[in-house]
């Protein structure tokens, strides 16, 4: 069977490149997790979505992943609010962390396999910091280590940032906050001395009483949990720069090897043509689309229909769409569930729909290696559903467990289709004991029997204004929610 190469585009370069893992069948991932201040909006689920979609289809063509994610856990902003929450920093974070948890999983949205917390890693930190003052990238000022940027011969290159800026504006000016406008060339934080306003949020250490700068912070728990090179490096555009790009000048500087082969960065989700962010308040979070009566997991599909480094617009108006896609996967199911053996056939329905599934294998592969293009792979998909609902009649049992055996592998990687089953399922077992309905299904049985259409077309009509579905076919009908 014809199998392509993954491709991605590597941020690096701006190009699309073959990947090609440091180790043959093994991939090592390290995502930027979230600042635990605040519950996660729908901007950050973009990222965090795209991420789940890359490791799952790894997976799905062979290789073994480990995948890290780190926790932000002591910065300006979680010093800033847990003050003023009257909480210890810990309390305040740890709650916003189990937030965040329970959003990837209403999110299916499979869990890393390490999130280390930047608190529990100042050992990690403070060694890297000395490395770089031992390699000559380091001066301090006051009590607080910066890096200088002046001394890595290639900073900027992954933001491709203007080498005669660079040279202008790196010497001597600094920034104590832990974050810089875009466009703003600093010399950066390393360590960050104790302020009174920081309270008792420091730590007494070999270089000094005080807490890591964000950059740092990564550095250290992606390299303990990595090592010094790794395959990929994911994250949104905004972190670009300075974020990443201060990630390689810290950790090359330190090892003096490439730190990362590939760097792959999601577009924004914008509202109004501008990005969803905390800061400019059009933000939404999961919880504000369940007191809007939206399935939040329906917010999955709306992100994976759309390629990661497309900039997306969100419109309330897309949950119809996903909706109705997501319905196109019950109602196969649903009916798949319901077959029944009417003795064997000649095999040529088997046969047809094992090159069905051959084809869309193919196709789904040939696309989501191209650097995960999702709306051929979901294309794919849909030509596979059309194609078996023209043979469903036909199908044997055995035809049945094959075909939902592929839709499981495909779900996989999409993430929604069991899940939204699943529920249906439930649903409609919690349903079905209604007596109403089946009073309803007993007299409609009897005027079918009594071939009086007319009476079996009313009560259809009154089963749906209960909320369910009779379809007839002929192994006898299904009932399905509305």
């Known amino acids: 069977m014809f199998m392509s190469e993954i491709s991605f585009y590597n941020t690096l370069g701006r190009r699309i490149e073959k990947f090609k893992p440091l180790e043959k069948d093994s991939v090592k991932i390290y995502s930027c997790g979230p600042t635990v201040y605040n519950y996660v909006h ?41 003050q003023k929450s009257g909480k210890t920093l810990k309390e305040f974070t740890d709650f916003y962390l189990q937030a965040f948890i329970d959003d990837l999983q209403v999110m299916n949205i499979l869990l890393p396999d390490v999130m280390p917390k930047a608190t529990d890693h100042m050992s990690e930190i403070v060694d890297l910091v000395e490395k770089l003052t031992k390699n000559g990238y380091t001066y301090r000022s006051g009590d607080s280590v910066y890096y200088k940027i002046s001394q890595f011969k290639n900073y900027g290159e992954l933001a491709q940032l203007d080498k005669q800026i660079l040279k202008s504006n790196a010497s001597g000016r600094l920034n104590d906050k832990d974050e810089y406008e875009k466009e703003q060339v600093n010399d950066f934080v390393l360590w960050k001395a104790w302020q009174p306003e920081d309270g008792e949020v420091y730590w007494q250490t070999r270089i000094g009483k005080g807490r890591p700068g964000w950059h740092i912070e990564c550095s250290a728990m992606s390299m303990k949990n990595l090592g010094e090179s790794f395959d990929i490096h994911c994250g949104g555009v905004d972190l670009i720069f300075p974020h990443h790009t201060n990630e390689i000048a810290q950790s090359e500087a330190a090892t003096g090897k490439k730190f990362v082969n590939y760097w792959l960065h999601n577009a924004h989700l914008t509202v109004d043509g501008q990005k969803m962010a905390k800061s400019l308040g059009n933000f939404y979070t999961l919880k504000d689309l369940k007191e809007k009566g939206y399935d939040p997991l329906l917010l999955r599909f709306i992100l994976l229909k759309t390629h990661y480094r497309q900039t997306l617009n969100f419109s309330f108006s897309d949950f119809d769409e996903a909706k109705s896609i997501v319905e196109k996967f019950i109602n196969l199911l649903t009916i798949l569930d319901t077959i029944k053996d009417g003795g064997n056939n000649d095999g040529g329905v088997k046969k047809e729909l094992k090159k069905i599934i051959g084809s869309c294998d193919e196709k789904f592969i040939a696309a989501m290696d191209d650097d995960l293009n999702v709306s051929l792979a979901l294309a794919a998909v849909y030509e596979f559903i059309n194609e078996v609902n023209k043979i469903i009649n036909q199908m044997t049992v055995g035809d049945a467990e094959l075909a939902k055996d592929f839709i499981d592998k495909l779900d996989s990687v999409l993430g929604f289709v069991n899940s939204f089953y699943s529920k249906h399922v439930f649903l409609l077992s919690q349903k079905i004991n209604n007596p109403q309905l089946h009073e309803i299904l007993i007299k409609r049985e009897e005027a079918r029997a009594q071939k009086d259409y007319a ?10 204004d209960l909320g369910f579905i009779i379809e007839d076919t002929s192994d006898g009908y299904r009932i399905k929610i509305k």
């Open 455 to 464: 009476a079996a077309d009313e009560l259809r009509k009154e089963a749906l």
């Open 42 to 82: 729908l901007g950050n689920i973009r990222a965090y979505v795209f991420v789940d979609l890359l490791k799952r289809y790894l997976r799905y063509r062979g290789y073994k992943v480990e995948h890290v994610m780190n926790i932000t856990d002591v910065d300006d902003k979680t010093i800033r609010d847990s």
